[in-house]
């Protein structure tokens, strides 16, 4: 059964620094990984979508990357700012049955702070 | 209207009560999704339709009951659910079953 964790569970910043998120999955036979940002009460917005033959993505100030074989990811958000504030989740495509399915982490939840 | 709408965005329901939860994609996709977010747990699959028939049931109770009246359009009958179904319930959609699914805003559900 595909487990995906996410490292931290909250991270607080200033504004403007570097920062790195994590994802680890315990299968790595995926389809693809993807990013997503979640703010309160609200749902999910596509960040960033990497498939299993590729090893980044970028977007803006985001950078994403994949290793299959360690079963990791990494999120990588530049000069970061407060509208980045809000959770962060990681989820894995598998295969199963005529469909397919997506494994969530529980998230990062990103503070930025003036 | 873009992108994947719910409706009704907040619902509050007793135990006897029967709703249901809309979905609509105006994406032109042909795969549909509910899921269920509750706090501290990672979002859980429970329904998948693909081209309108149900590919996966991932052991959601009874009392949960999808309907895909075709590939626009999504419903979740609720009836005599508890109190620990109280979460916020999220559809999604996307072009075929590998494709990225692009989400709507969620239907918080509090139940009494």
């Known amino acids: 059964k595909q487990e995906v964790t996410q490292i931290p569970a909250a991270l607080s910043v200033p504004e403007g620094e570097n920062l790195v998120l994590n994802c680890s999955f315990t299968d790595s036979a995926i389809y693809n990984l993807q990013w997503f940002r979640q703010d309160p009460g609200k749902g999910l917005t596509s960040l960033l979508l990497?498939?299993?033959?590729?090893r980044e993505q970028t977007s803006g100030r985001l950078n994403a990357s994949l290793d299959k074989s360690s079963g990791r990811s990494t999120l990588y958000i530049a000069a970061s700012q407060p509208g980045d504030s809000a959770t962060y989740l990681c989820?894995?495509?598998?295969?199963?049955?005529?469909?397919?399915?997506?494994?969530f982490g529980t998230g990062t939840q990103l503070k930025v702070e003036l | 209207e873009t992108g994947v709408t719910q409706t009704p965005r907040h619902l509050v329901m007793g135990m006897t009560n029967k709703k249901s939860l809309k979905c609509e994609q105006h994406?032109?996709?042909?795969?549909m999704y509910w899921y269920k977010q509750s706090a501290k747990k990672p979002l859980e699959l429970m329904f998948v339709y693909s081209l309108e028939e149900r590919v996966e049931n991932n052991s959601v109770p009874s009392r949960f009951s999808p309907e895909c009246p075709n590939s626009s359009h999504l419903f979740l009958h609720l009836h005599t659910l508890q109190p620990e179904d109280s979460a916020l319930y999220l559809c999604?959609?996307?072009?075929?079953?590998?494709?990225?699914?692009?989400f709507g805003p969620g239907t918080r559900l509090t139940v009494l």
């Open positions: 994406l032109g996709h042909n795969a």
């Open positions: 989820a894995v495509r598998c295969f199963t049955g005529g469909g397919n399915k997506l494994t």
């Open positions: 990497i498939q299993s033959s590729q």
């Open positions: 999604a959609s996307s072009q075929d079953g590998r494709d990225e699914q692009f």
